[in-house]
């Protein structure tokens, strides 16, 4: 069966307003109507940030997001808290290690979130740590950090607080500033609605004071370019104008719904899908305290094998969801429900979840 319903934890399904968005022809991108364009969008997605700061636009996936938070922020052999409890966490970590910055990991149980009290410690016995990289959303696990109460921490040792908020923004809250976030990058492929190719970047003021002693070599993913061309309306290479097209028209999508109402409908349909498993004798992998809005991990009915209820829900309903990755891989399975999604096609991978679950392994 050809695969129709994608329920993965992306790229996600893209609306149509988003896709018909797509089809406008080409302009100068070096022109009027391209800079009047592309600053309004810089300001609406200021707006969805919760700041004062800045927050651009680069061609590239969310997970350049790493390596652009580390170039512009950081130097040849500095010292970071590197905080892991999941799979993207871990990657974090590795691109730092490759960059030759000295990490500390501090590290969480997979299904639990990480807090303050696994913070605190670290951070008190290495006051010369210059940044903790930190994951909003463990995209691996299904569990929501709490970043709200992050900042104030990280801000007293005197460290950067740098986000990786790839399947978090437009989907969860984040009050940039209110919450001490120096830096945060999502994907466009995720709750923002839009095709991959853009990494949408928050950047506060400590961590622009952060770009001025950074040694890293960095060209492409200069931020303080970036900055001074959107000054002028403008992106330092080519603008990747088909993609802006989509994500100016998923904004309009966003105001329309109201950022709480889109917040509230994420949790919604999120408690919707864990209710509807746990019946079906499903077990949240994720700490229920923590559960994430955006994508729910599930570990197996007693009988089932995790990726055979991966497979079955592809080949027997054509519905795609995601297996487990890393350390998790064939133990759990995991179904994204952000962005363009609603109560209709959640319950359809609900049912097909029972039918799986029914059949005991015999698709």
């Not at 696994?118 to 008190?124: D, G, M, Q």
């Amino acid at each position: 069966m050809r695969v129709t319903d994608l329920r993965i934890a992306g790229p996600t399904p893209i609306p149509p307003a988003v896709m018909q968005a797509m089809q406008r022809p080409m302009i100068y991108h070096r022109g009027n109507t391209f800079r009047v364009f592309f600053k309004r969008l810089l300001q609406r997605l200021v707006q969805i940030h919760q700041t004062e700061g800045s927050v651009l636009v680069l061609p590239g996936t969310g997970s350049a997001g790493w390596e652009i938070a580390l170039v512009n922020t950081l130097s040849p052999g500095d010292r970071v808290l590197a905080v892991v409890n999941g799979d993207f966490g871990a990657r974090w970590a590795r691109v730092a290690e490759r960059f030759g910055l000295e990490v500390v990991r501090v590290e969480v149980p997979w299904g639990y979130a990480a807090t303050v009290e696994h913070v605190r410690p670290a951070l008190e016995a290495h006051p010369d740590v210059k940044a903790v990289l930190y994951t909003y959303n463990e995209t691996s696990t299904g569990v929501a950090n709490p970043l709200a109460e992050m900042g104030d921490l990280v801000r007293r040792h005197g460290a950067l607080l740098l986000v990786d908020g790839v399947s978090a923004v437009a989907g969860m809250p984040l009050e940039m500033d209110a919450w001490g976030v120096d830096l945060v990058f999502s994907g466009s492929q995720k709750a923002w609605m839009c095709p991959p190719g853009l990494v949408i970047v928050g950047v506060g003021p400590r961590a622009w004071g952060a770009t001025k002693a950074a040694r890293f070599p960095r060209a492409f993913w200069d931020l303080r370019e970036y900055r001074e061309q959107a000054e002028t309306g403008d992106m330092p290479s080519t603008a990747p104008l088909t993609l802006l097209y989509a994500l100016e028209a998923a904004c309009d999508l966003i105001e329309a719904e109201g950022l709480e109402r889109v917040f509230a409908r994420h949790r919604a349909l999120a408690e919707l899908v864990r209710s509807g498993a746990t019946e079906l004798g499903f077990r949240l992998f994720a700490d229920p305290s923590f559960a994430s809005p955006t994508v729910t991990a599930l570990l197996p009915p007693e009988g089932l094998d995790a990726d055979t209820v991966v497979q079955g829900l592809r080949t027997r309903h054509g519905i795609e969801v995601n297996a487990g990755q890393g350390r998790l891989r064939g133990k759990i399975l995991r179904i994204g429900h952000m962005g363009w999604v609603h109560e209709p096609e959640l319950r359809r991978v609900l049912a097909a979840l029972g039918d799986i679950t029914a059949l005991r392994g015999g698709a």
